[in-house]
């Protein structure tokens, strides 16, 4: 992939492109991962989508075919780890290289601000994505298990 000059956004031979989504894209955002993203959580709503998208160490990397949202990938630097999250394509869209993409596009931005390991969540019950993510050089941690504590109301971590 190739920078285009002047946009932020880096593109393909094909007219791909990633780029950052910005505020305006918080309720494109929603609405896509409801078609295309595996789980949902307390924080799918605008303001929450919101709050990640100000958030200063985080990107929202968004892949775009001819101007259609075809794929997503959080990824956020907390100064010590960077943690990868939303890893989307839409399923007209998947094995073309966007996940591919997305992920070459993070791991040089967060190297970049110091990070020297990549951690990814990802659903158990997601063989497709664990495919995906085995293909970028991903490996589970078995001896490792996310442990959450809901503040407010969220019916899918019961």
Do not use: C
């Amino acid at each position: 992939m190739t920078a285009k000059p002047g946009s932020g956004a880096e593109s393909d031979s094909s007219g791909a492109t990633i780029g950052t989504a910005g505020p305006r894209d918080a309720d494109r955002l929603l609405e896509f991962w409801k078609r295309a993203a595996k789980g949902v959580s307390v924080t799918d709503d605008p303001a929450g989508v919101q709050r990640l998208l100000a958030h200063p160490t985080t990107s929202v990397l968004i892949a775009e075919a001819d101007g259609e949202l075809v794929g997503t990938l959080i990824a956020s630097w907390d100064g010590w780890r960077a943690h990868l999250y939303r890893l989307a394509v839409s399923p007209a869209h998947r094995r073309q290289g966007f996940a591919t993409a997305l992920l070459a596009v993070a791991q040089e931005r967060l190297t970049d601000m110091g990070a020297r390991r990549l951690d990814a969540m990802v659903l158990n019950d997601n063989p497709e994505a664990h495919l995906a993510w085995e293909a970028s050089g991903f490996h589970a941690q078995p001896q490792w298990r996310r442990w959450i504590k809901p503040v407010q109301d969220d019916p899918q971590s019961r």
